[in-house]
Protein backbone atom coordinates (compact mmCIF):
# COMPACT_ATOMS: atom_id res chain seq x y z
CA UNK A 1 0.00 0.00 0.00
CA UNK A 2 1.26 3.40 -1.19
CA UNK A 3 0.86 6.51 1.26
CA UNK A 4 0.26 9.94 0.02
CA UNK A 5 3.03 11.36 2.58
CA UNK A 6 2.25 14.66 1.21
CA UNK A 7 -1.04 14.91 2.03
CA UNK A 8 0.01 13.88 5.74
CA UNK A 9 1.15 17.47 6.98
CA UNK A 10 0.02 20.55 8.77
CA UNK A 11 -1.55 20.35 12.29
CA UNK A 12 -4.13 17.70 12.83
CA UNK A 13 -8.27 18.70 13.61
CA UNK A 14 -10.85 16.00 14.13
CA UNK A 15 -12.40 17.25 10.66
CA UNK A 16 -9.18 16.22 8.97
CA UNK A 17 -8.92 13.40 10.86
CA UNK A 18 -12.22 12.56 10.15
CA UNK A 19 -11.27 12.49 5.82
CA UNK A 20 -7.63 10.82 6.13
CA UNK A 21 -7.41 7.97 3.55
CA UNK A 22 -6.90 5.20 3.76
CA UNK A 23 -9.25 3.86 6.20
CA UNK A 24 -6.60 1.85 8.06
CA UNK A 25 -4.72 5.17 8.61
CA UNK A 26 -7.85 6.88 10.04
CA UNK A 27 -8.42 3.64 12.69
CA UNK A 28 -4.51 3.77 13.65
CA UNK A 29 -5.01 7.75 14.89
CA UNK A 30 -8.32 7.43 15.85
CA UNK A 31 -7.02 4.37 18.83
CA UNK A 32 -4.42 6.85 20.09
CA UNK A 33 -7.31 9.59 21.13
CA UNK A 34 -8.10 9.46 24.97
CA UNK A 35 -6.19 7.15 26.50
CA UNK A 36 -3.79 5.95 23.68
CA UNK A 37 -2.15 2.57 22.17
CA UNK A 38 0.04 0.60 24.16
CA UNK A 39 3.02 -0.66 21.26
CA UNK A 40 1.27 -3.82 20.73
CA UNK A 41 -2.27 -2.77 19.97
CA UNK A 42 -0.51 0.16 17.24
CA UNK A 43 1.69 -2.85 15.83
CA UNK A 44 -1.52 -4.92 15.81
CA UNK A 45 -3.43 -2.21 14.00
CA UNK A 46 -0.36 -1.55 11.58
CA UNK A 47 -0.36 -5.75 10.66
CA UNK A 48 -4.37 -5.41 10.11
CA UNK A 49 -5.35 -2.41 8.01
CA UNK A 50 -1.65 -2.31 6.64
CA UNK A 51 -0.30 -5.69 6.33
CA UNK A 52 3.47 -4.99 7.45
CA UNK A 53 5.44 -6.33 10.25
CA UNK A 54 6.68 -4.14 13.14
CA UNK A 55 10.03 -4.16 11.65
CA UNK A 56 8.85 -3.13 7.74
CA UNK A 57 10.46 -0.37 6.37
CA UNK A 58 7.14 0.78 5.53
CA UNK A 59 5.69 0.52 9.18
CA UNK A 60 8.78 2.80 10.35
CA UNK A 61 8.50 5.20 7.77
CA UNK A 62 5.27 6.02 8.80
CA UNK A 63 5.41 5.87 12.61
CA UNK A 64 8.61 8.52 11.84
CA UNK A 65 6.20 10.80 10.18
CA UNK A 66 3.46 11.06 12.10
CA UNK A 67 6.09 11.41 15.15
CA UNK A 68 7.94 13.82 12.49
CA UNK A 69 4.69 16.11 11.53
CA UNK A 70 3.62 15.31 15.81
CA UNK A 71 0.05 13.92 14.75
CA UNK A 72 1.67 10.75 17.27
CA UNK A 73 3.74 11.12 20.22
CA UNK A 74 4.97 8.61 22.95
CA UNK A 75 3.85 9.20 26.33
CA UNK A 76 4.52 7.03 29.24
CA UNK A 77 4.54 4.05 27.06
CA UNK A 78 1.41 4.68 25.05
CA UNK A 79 1.42 6.62 21.58
CA UNK A 80 -1.09 9.53 21.71
CA UNK A 81 -2.59 11.24 18.50
CA UNK A 82 -2.65 14.82 19.34
CA UNK A 83 -4.61 17.46 17.67
Not at 40 to 57: C, G, Q, V, Y
Amino acid sequence: MNLDYGNLSGKLSMSKLLAIEPAGLRKLLKAGLRRGSSTKELNDLIALHFHWTPESEESKRLLAHLQQIGWLVLVEKRWKTQF
